[in-house]
């Protein structure tokens, strides 16, 4: 079956320690997405990625990073810089920009 | 920058009535606007989309009507049911760049 995978489903993160969250798309899709959610916040984009080898910054990319090294793939650093990473994490991906599909979310705390 | 406006945040509707759902965006040049309901602890999931080159498009109980004047775009669900009780994305993509962003939703209650 075609989807986007995430995982894991939950992680629990110490304060000052990285943690990277996995997505992995077997759809062939060219563009990938990061978002974040919070209550009453709605959907925050932090990084996007339209091809291999590239990415641009959302709204929020700051405290995390990313890399596009495969088509399938694009994990999310939540970095030490982030002050307040516990969220709701959402990975999409796209042809284009459209039809967009959404993995099933990672939610991360910090204990 | 680019923005998305939703309205209301949440909404109550008794089983059987309609439910609108409106929003706005910032940037003219949007081009693809799609509509996606999100379940408790779930990604969301695509329900109906609609191009800048189309006034209305329809899907069985759910609709989307788009005024690129105005810049203005709508969610029209009929006849609900209480299964349609989710919080409710809208979106515009920019064109160009791919990059999608998104309404901060709309809770909908569909009472018995």
């Known amino acids: 079956d075609g989807g986007i995978t995430q995982s894991p489903k939950y992680l629990f993160r110490k304060e000052g320690q990285n943690v990277t969250l996995s997505c992995e798309q077997n759809?062939?899709?060219?563009?990938m997405y990061w978002y974040r959610q919070d209550p009453g916040q709605g959907l925050r984009l932090i990084y996007y990625?339209?091809?291999?080898?590239?990415?641009q910054k959302g709204d929020i990319a700051e405290g995390y990073s990313v890399s596009r090294e495969k088509k399938e793939s694009f994990p999310l650093t939540v970095t030490s810089a982030q002050k307040n990473p516990t969220a709701f994490y959402l990975c999409?991906?796209?042809?284009?920009?459209?039809?967009?599909?959404f993995g099933q979310g990672t939610r991360l705390t910090v204990v | 920058g680019e923005n998305v406006e939703q309205h209301p945040s949440t909404l109550s509707v008794q089983e059987g009535d309609s439910a609108v759902i409106k929003c706005t965006y910032s940037?003219?040049?949007?081009?693809?606007f799609p509509w996606y309901k999100q379940e408790l602890g779930k990604g969301p999931q695509l329900i109906i989309d609609?191009?800048?080159?189309?006034g209305e498009k329809k899907d069985q109980r759910i609709a989307v009507t788009l005024n690129k004047t105005a810049k203005h775009f709508s969610l029209h669900i009929t006849e609900t049911q209480p299964e349609d009780s989710a919080v409710y994305f809208c979106?515009?993509?920019?064109?160009?760049?791919?990059?999608?962003?998104f309404g901060k939703g709309t809770r909908l209650h569909i009472l018995p």
């Open positions: 609609i191009r800048s080159n189309v």
């Open positions: 990625s339209q091809i291999v080898n590239d990415f």
């Open positions: 979106a515009a993509r920019y064109y160009g760049d791919d990059k999608i962003i």
């Open positions: 999409a991906s796209s042809i284009s920009g459209r039809k967009a599909f």
């Open positions: 940037d003219s040049a949007s081009n693809y």
């Open positions: 759809l062939n899709h060219d563009a």
